[in-house]
């Protein structure tokens, strides 16, 4: 099973794994087309601020957080450099060589031959591989100082796991909400419930916020 965070690590950078960074087949992977902004608390305050591209935090919340330049080449667990603001594009049309013969994105087998034989292949420009459904893939570089790497930065920092996006809901769960009593515990953590007043946003926010930082360890998932 691929490892996309381990021990601070990188998804391996090679030709099965390509398409696992492409939103089309990774719904948890950066979109383009969405929004990614800070966690916020329940007044709708954002509790962190944009994340800098050049020092992106893997955990946002432990000081000591080892942090990524996503605008320069880096290297992933198995040794591989990559640009690590990438992701693709699946794409139905286009065309292709193999070994000197003609084909189309979609053709049957071409995933695994291309994972299995790379060699073989002849890509013109906007095609850059395949999914595992034999669609081809089109890579993305994301150019440093746009407002693209700036979205693609506080996913990284904000919602790149489970655990971000999880702390990131909380806040947006709330919003809006009134006329309730509530109060939010980890499961294997069990703290004293204060039941709070939705309707006093300071006291709500501070649970939340506490919430939030919340190392990755102390709640376990469930399976």
Known sequence: MADNHGTWGQLPFINRFKYLRSPDYNAAYFDPDDLYTPWKDASVDEIYGDVSPTAAPYEPTLAGSLKLDLTSDT??????????????????????????????????????????QPG?????????????????????????????????????????????????????????????NLDIFWINQLDELAMMDLDTQGALSCRIRTTISIQPGRAEGLR
């Not at 003609?102 to 031959?113: F, H, P, Q």
């Not at 591989?129 to 700036?150: H, K, R």
């Not at 790149?160 to 769960?173: C, K, Q, V, W």
């Open 75 to 116: 290297k992933d667990t198995a040794g591989n450099t990559f640009y690590p603001a990438t992701y693709y594009v699946r794409l139905t049309e286009g065309n292709y060589s193999q070994s000197g013969v003609s084909k189309s994105c979609g053709t049957d087998g071409a995933y695994k031959e291309w994972v299995d």
């Open 120 to 180: 073989t292949f002849n890509f013109p420009d906007g095609i850059d591989g395949f999914g595992p459904d034999n669609a081809c893939l089109q890579e993305v570089e994301i150019t440093a100082g746009t407002p693209e790497m700036q979205n693609f930065a506080n996913w990284f920092s904000y919602y790149r796991r489970l655990h971000h996006t999880t702390r990131a809901a909380i806040g947006e769960a709330l919003r809006g909400l009134s006329g309730m």
